[in-house]
């Protein structure tokens, strides 16, 4: 990291130690603890549950401290997983020193650190969501050579009674990339920008998302934050670090976020879109000749031919499958396509070409000016959304990019379902009709997920036991034929809403 990186980098632990995350040490956070007066270090770890748990110390001394982040700490494991046994139940917590922060919300001075599982005999908890994540990344490595790089989109709507706000009222679903004074919350994006990165995420950008209504009592704002590409493992820790100060924050100013996936029927939903590349010796080789490679077409094939599964993982909930419906931005269908925005994998646009050349066009005066020639080229997975298990979100992501790279017939099958038309325009009809579609439910998704787990099984990556309880979780909601069920009784639907505004 260049001494520029560091000096404006947000994370007061990367400035003051004057080295990357990914080179701290024990003595390192030792020294930063001393020098800063830290009080107090919390544990940070997802359970079984996809939700961040806490675990704090009061630090008493430079031994205890030494002690804490050489050793760890016992938990109760079988309150934080179902396949651990009460009768021998303690599990091994061990810091993970690359993501310490400062904890911008404690009232006395601490630092954070995301945690890793271990089971009694020292070995990672086979179960754990970050180690299968972690497997997922290493099979990927070795069977294909490449790193996959990740990045995610996190949607969100942010609530506020109306006598508060709306002097300046937003039109209707069209608050996309929309400003102050017509949208409400631009210093509450702006401070979730700076707390987020200060605890180490790697963000490109925020704004105001296409989500933008009123009710007789409420006002609603749609907002997203999107993330720099990095490895699949750092990708995933900074959006489950992001969506706790998210909402954190949020009450602090008295507001209610939630990223659930539908607020309301005929109102854009919110998505958890994940982009992600492939990487050889820190390059992007996504592009070949100009074009989209044909490791990435295969890799998209793998995805698409997954996709179906994919949703036990990224849509967890009854109110996924109410997003997941035709003219509202989120895919139905499974196939691909260049910029277009009605299919299930997207290739956005790549600075390729001329366009390399845009800001020198367009700024003549600046004579040092070159082209760019940094590939940017990335894919986007549209069908996640707020409910998503993160880790084993990312790691099945990752098993079907790998299961693309393997099949031998993955560019047929890309070339197959490659569409580059709206799918949803009555013209284009016969298209949309030979088309696969996504599960319409819960229940469906988890038969998706027990047809394919051998897949996911592979190379030992997903446990058997994870597999069973994603797909005994998703079928006991019991919600097939839940939107034709719910068609019209706008109160029902109101109900399901408000039982899963916060679940993940």
Avoid at 148 to 160: C, K, Q, T
Avoid at 191 to 218: P, Q
Avoid at 383 to 406: C, K, N, R, T
Wanted: hydrophobic share 40%.
């Amino acid at each position: 990291m260049r001494d520029c990186e560091i000096s404006l980098n947000p994370n007061k632990l990367v400035r003051y130690l004057k080295k990357p995350a990914c080179e701290f040490t024990k003595n390192d956070i030792i020294q930063f603890v001393e020098d800063n007066e830290i009080e107090m270090i919390n544990f940070r770890y997802i359970a079984e549950d996809g939700k961040l748990k806490k675990l704090t110390f009061v630090i008493t001394g430079k031994e205890h401290l030494d002690s804490i982040l050489s050793s760890g700490e016992r938990v109760d494991g079988s309150s934080l997983f179902s396949s651990v046994e009460a009768g021998s139940s303690d599990l091994y917590v061990v810091p993970r020193y690359k993501t310490t922060f400062v904890n911008p919300f404690s009232e006395h001075p601490s630092v954070d650190i995301l945690c890793a599982f271990y089971t009694n005999e020292g070995k990672p908890l086979e179960s754990a969501p970050e180690y299968i994540l972690k497997k997922a990344q290493q099979s990927f490595k070795e069977k294909t050579g490449y790193n996959f790089r990740a990045m995610g989109e996190l949607e969100y709507y942010l609530i506020m009674p109306r006598e508060m706000g709306n002097l300046y009222p937003a039109r209707d679903q069209a608050g996309y990339h929309e400003s102050g004074p017509f949208s409400n919350f631009q210093d509450f994006k702006d401070d979730a920008m700076e707390l987020i990165a200060m605890a180490g995420g790697k963000i490109k950008y925020a704004h105001s998302e296409v989500g933008n209504f009123t009710d007789d009592k409420y006002i609603y704002e749609q907002q997203e934050i999107e993330f720099l590409p990095v490895p699949a493992e750092d990708a995933v820790d900074q959006m489950v670090i992001a969506k706790w100060i998210l909402r954190m924050l949020a009450d602090e100013y008295g507001l209610l976020l939630s990223f659930a996936p539908k607020i309301t029927v005929g109102k854009a939903g919110s998505g958890l879109h994940i982009h992600m590349m492939l990487e050889k010796d820190g390059r992007n080789m996504m592009i070949e000749d100009g074009k989209l490679s044909d490791d990435a077409r295969k890799m998209i094939a793998g995805i698409l031919d997954m996709s179906e599964s994919l949703t036990a993982f990224g849509n967890t909930i009854p109110t996924s499958y109410l997003r997941l419906v035709p003219h509202q931005e989120a895919p139905t269908n499974i196939c691909w396509g260049d910029r277009n925005r009605s299919v299930l994998v997207r290739v956005p646009l790549g600075w390729l070409g001329e366009a390399n050349k845009m800001a020198a066009l367009e700024n003549p005066q600046d004579k040092n000016l070159k082209a760019v020639n940094e590939v940017k080229q990335t894919v986007e997975l549209r069908s996640g959304d707020g409910s998503a298990d993160l880790y084993h979100f990312v790691a099945g992501i990752i098993v079907a990019a790998q299961h693309g790279l393997e099949m031998e017939n993955g560019l047929d099958l890309a070339e197959k379902l490659y569409m580059d038309v709206n799918i949803f325009d009555e013209e284009h009809k016969d298209k949309l009709e030979k088309l696969k579609g996504l599960p319409t439910s819960c229940y469906e998704s988890a038969d998706k997920l027990e047809a394919a787990r051998a897949q996911f099984e592979a190379n030992g990556v997903f446990p058997p036991g994870v597999i069973d309880r994603f797909v005994d979780h998703l079928k006991a909601y019991e919600d097939k034929d839940l939107s034709e069920r719910l068609y019209g009784k706008e109160e029902e639907i109101a109900k399901l809403v408000d039982e899963f505004i916060h679940h993940m």
